[in-house]
């Protein structure tokens, strides 16, 4: 289990510096695309999940430390998304997140972290079998709010 929850770790660990790394580049804001990374990110975080079910005993309190988890996970993505820049140039919308964009997904992932000791405090291992499910929630909420901003302006331009 030892090995599962480190590979975990280590691939959560990886996803989050290429997602901070996508935050601060400039890139358009399509509606129309589907949310590829997001899709991937939230498959494996549930087969992640999945396979922990399979194999650990897992307590109430673990369960219900982990909803609220994904439910943080979720604010942080809707607060974030109210920081990420937008703006208009030649008829196309651009987003880039700011530096307190960063802050918030690093305060989020601690957030998390911190979480983790509590959950496997009742259930070891299932915090960093949650890390990928944590992290698809999160950008999920975020991309809906970056969205949301960017069809509100687009009706006012």
């Known amino acids: 289990m030892l090995v599962n929850g480190s590979a975990n770790i280590v691939i959560g660990l990886v996803v989050l510096a290429w997602l901070l790394w996508r935050q601060t580049q400039r890139r358009p804001v399509r509606e129309d695309r589907k949310p590829t990374v997001l899709l991937i990110l939230l498959v494996l975080g ?3 999940l999945g396979a922990y079910f399979k194999t650990a005993p897992t307590t109430g309190l673990a369960i219900a430390l982990l909803a ?3 439910v943080l996970a979720a604010g942080f993505g809707v607060v974030r998304g109210y920081t990420v820049r937008l703006w208009q140039q ?3 919308f651009f987003r880039q997140g700011t530096w307190l964009t960063i802050v918030l997904w690093l305060v989020a992932i601690g ?3 911190g979480l983790d000791a509590l959950i496997d405090s009742g259930a070891k291992g299932l915090g960093s079998a949650s890390i990928l499910l944590y992290l698809a929630v999160s950008l999920g909420a975020q991309r809906l709010v970056v969205q949301s901003r960017a ?3 687009r009706s006012f331009a």
């Open 46 to 48: 549930v087969v992640a």
């Open 151 to 153: 069809t509100r302006l």
């Open 90 to 92: 030649d008829g196309q």
């Open 68 to 70: 609220g988890s994904l």
């Open 111 to 113: 957030s998390h972290i």
